[in-house]
T-cell receptor, first 116, second 109 residues
Framework: IAGITQAPTSQILAAGRRMTLRCTQD?????MYWYRQDLGLGLRLIHY???????GKGEVPDGYSVSRANTDDFPLTLASAVPSQTSVYFC???????????????FGAGSRLTVL | GQNIDQPTEMTATEGAIVQINCTYQ??????LFWYQQHAGEAPTFLSY??LDGLEEKGRFSSFLSRSKGYSYLLLKELQMKDSASYLC??????????WGAGTKLIIKP
């Protein structure tokens, strides 16, 4: 089934530990995104990538890093987790090569991260 | 700053009609989206408006007024499965999506 796979589904992590959230898509979309979703707030963009080999900072990039070595994979790394990074993280992708138009995002199922 | 406002929660009855409003103040406008998100799941695309007017798609319709910075999502013939959060998002002049906090819709029998 075409779509986005995220791992892990959930994780409890001690503060100060390093953590990588994995994201893989099989739709050959050029653009990929990482969002966090917190209660009472809208989805907030952490980092994005418009094409393999390039990345950009979103609204809340501090404490996070990403890489885009190929079209399919877009891992998100927390170098030293802090409790404020407790959230649900969604990876998403879209195809913007033919123009933005509707530019519909396809989301992964999410990764629930708790930092203690 | 950029802002998207939606009601936090709404309640409606199965079989009825409900209108979920969204007002926005953004740096430029390049389209407005509605997504549905069931509890514990990923958001899924519902509708896209870039011109003023009503877009109808089955039981769901979405309206846009750019001059008023206003949109609504209209859900007809409500079903229990429509219980979900509905997210409004606007694409700004930099083609970045600005998201509202979402409206939780509760459907009662």
């Amino acid at each position: 089934i075409a779509g986005i796979t995220q791992a892990p589904t959930s994780q409890i992590l001690a503060a100060g530990r390093r953590m990588t959230l994995r994201c893989t898509q099989d739709m050959r979309h050029n653009a990929m995104y990482w969002y966090r979703q917190d209660l009472g707030l809208g989805l907030r963009l952490i980092h994005y990538s418009n094409t393999a080999g390039t990345t950009g900072k979103g609204e809340v990039p501090d404490g996070y890093s990403v890489s885009r070595a190929n079209t399919d994979d877009f891992p998100l790394t927390l170098a030293s987790a802090v409790p404020s990074q407790t959230s649900v993280y969604f990876c998403a992708s879209s195809d913007t090569r033919t123009g933005y138009g509707a530019n519909v995002l396809t989301f992964g199922a999410g990764s629930r991260l708790t930092v203690l | 700053g950029q802002n998207i406002d939606q009601p936090t929660e709404m309640t409606a009855t199965e079989g009825a009609i409900v209108q979920i409003n969204c007002t926005y103040q953004t740096s430029g406008f390049n389209g407005l989206f509605w997504y549905q998100q069931h509890a514990g799941e990923a958001p899924t695309f519902l509708s896209y408006n870039v011109l003023d007017g009503l877009e109808e798609k089955g039981r769901f319709s979405s309206f846009l007024s750019r001059s008023k910075g206003y949109s609504y999502l209209l859900l007809k013939e409500l079903q229990m499965k429509d219980s979900a959060s509905y997210l409004c998002a606007v694409r700004d002049s930099n083609y970045q999506l600005i998201w509202g906090a979402g409206t939780k819709l509760i459907i009662k029998p």
